[in-house]
T-cell receptor, first 113, second 115 residues
Framework: GGIITQTPKFLIGQEGQKLTLKCQQNFNHDTMYWYRQDSGKGLRLIYYSITENDLQKGDLSEGYDASREKKSSFSLTVTSAQKNEMAVFLC????????????FGEGSKLTVL | GDSVTQTEGPVTVSESESLIINCTYSATSIAYPNLFWYVRYPGEGLQLLLKVITAGQKGSSRGFEATYNKETTSFHLQKASVQESDSAVYYC????????????FGLGTTLQVQP
């Protein structure tokens, strides 16, 4: 089996700060995803990547940058943290982009003071 | 637009009782949606419970079942006899367009099974 590791698990930032979340997977999966989950809302797709150096915008990409420099890693940057923002960011991967079977990490919780 | 609506939680049932968590979907821009149930157990990451990609078919896993009903646009999750270990958050999801890795999730339903 494999595992998805997200770092850090908890991230506290200041308003306007640039914050980066990292995700590593050892499944050797082609596709990786970043989802955001807010309290009372479902998961929303921010970015995904179907291969190394590929980036595709999801429904919630504004305010974020992403980077897929290696097949095994996918990072997400909040370009300017919003005051009182609080959300959980979930990284996921899948074997190919057409299976719907995603493997998720445990999440990174962001709090902006 | 495309969306998923599911039973609002928390849902509390006693061990060995039956369970149904409702899920309905709207897939206005997807000709052949794929449907999924994901589960998040305490302390673990979200994981796939079952999926069905063809209307009329039933998926099953760990004693749970769900039937893809295109007529009623539903994909309800059922289990005849729940166990305490089934306590978790359950998410219904819809596969969007040609890339079903892009999933549309419901809000999640927290299930609490009492011993």
């Amino acid at each position: 089996g494999g595992i998805i590791t997200q770092t850090p698990k908890f991230l506290i930032g200041q308003e306007g700060q640039k914050l980066t979340l990292k995700c590593q997977q050892n499944f050797n999966h082609d596709t990786m995803y970043w989802y955001r989950q807010d309290s009372g809302k479902g998961l929303r797709l921010i970015y995904y990547s179907i291969t190394e150096n590929d980036l595709q915008k999801g429904d919630l990409s504004e305010g974020y940058d992403a980077s897929r420099e290696k097949k095994s890693s996918f990072s997400l940057t909040v370009t300017s943290a919003q005051k009182n923002e609080m959300a959980v960011f979930l990284c996921a991967s899948s074997m190919a982009s057409n299976t719907g079977q995603l493997y998720f990490g445990e999440g990174s919780k962001l709090t902006v003071l | 637009g495309d969306s998923v609506t599911q039973t609002e939680g928390p849902v509390t049932v006693s061990e060995s009782e039956s369970l149904i968590i409702n899920c309905t979907y709207s897939a206005t821009s997807i000709a052949y949606p794929n449907l999924f149930w994901y589960v998040r157990y305490p302390g673990e990451g979200l994981q796939l419970l079952l999926k069905v990609i063809t209307a009329g078919q039933k998926g099953s896993s760990r004693g749970f079942e769900a039937t893809y009903n295109k007529e009623t646009t539903s994909f309800h999750l059922q289990k005849a006899s729940v166990q305490e270990s089934d306590s978790a958050v359950y998410y219904c999801a819809l596969g969007e367009g040609g890339n079903t890795g892009k999933l549309i999730f419901g809000l999640g339903t927290t299930l609490q099974v009492q011993p």
